[in-house]
């Protein structure tokens, strides 16, 4: 019976798609993607942020949470996905979703520069004897910098509107939530295909590379100056 309901869907499938090819093109169509996938994506051709109802809940979101445990975690990934507009690859495309370079050339120097230093930051990282591909993981080590950034100030924003201000408290529940994103176990030699394959770095520099890069995190831990977590030269895109 199950293998019957694989054959039955893949069959639906292909027909569904010859059926699209006589059809104007939906750049908003969500495509293979279930409702039921924890998951979030970017879409450069439509501009747009793809938010399954599978991600909308726990350990990433919930209305019993307090706000800085949904923002570190939801909020990240979100703020992960809007940044993949402006990653190395992202760039490329305009507002309208077209493939365009629309960039002033000084802005494309500048870019290339700083995301050079994010590629040069991450290569350092090593794993069981192999180093992270910075050049591979740029547009992923782009998007994480960028979210966890972009779902502290949305958190920010939050607080200020009620008239309050984040607390230390506040801060390291979210900084965790962040962590907990990336929480995994891992056999080694899943960890080596990642390190040779996988556009995204491994888990353990997901949380450590944004969080290294980002002064809120030191101030929050108090880590020492020029520790790992507190280097002396950062680098920053967005």
Known sequence: ?????????????????????????????????????????????????????????????SDSFPPERNFGALGGILGHEMTHGFDDQGRKFDPDGKLSDWWTPEDTRRFRTKAGCIANFYSKFELMGHHVNGKLTLGENIADMGGVKLA??????????????????QNKVFFTSWGQNWCAVERHRAQELQLLTDEHSPNEFRVNGPLASFPAFAETFSCPKGSAMNPEDRCSLW
């Open 152 to 169: 502290h100030r949305a958190l920010e924003a939050l607080m200020e509107e009620k008239g309050q201000k984040l607390t230390n408290q």
């Open 1 to 61: 019976k199950y293998l019957w309901n694989g054959l039955q869907l893949s069959e639906w499938y292909i027909h569904h798609s010859f059926q699209r090819l006589t059809n104007p093109v939906n750049p908003r169509r969500w495509g293979s993607t279930s409702p039921t996938m924890a998951d979030a994506f970017y879409s450069y051709t439509a501009n747009g942020l793809f938010v399954p109802a599978g991600v909308l809940q726990e350990p990433f979101f």
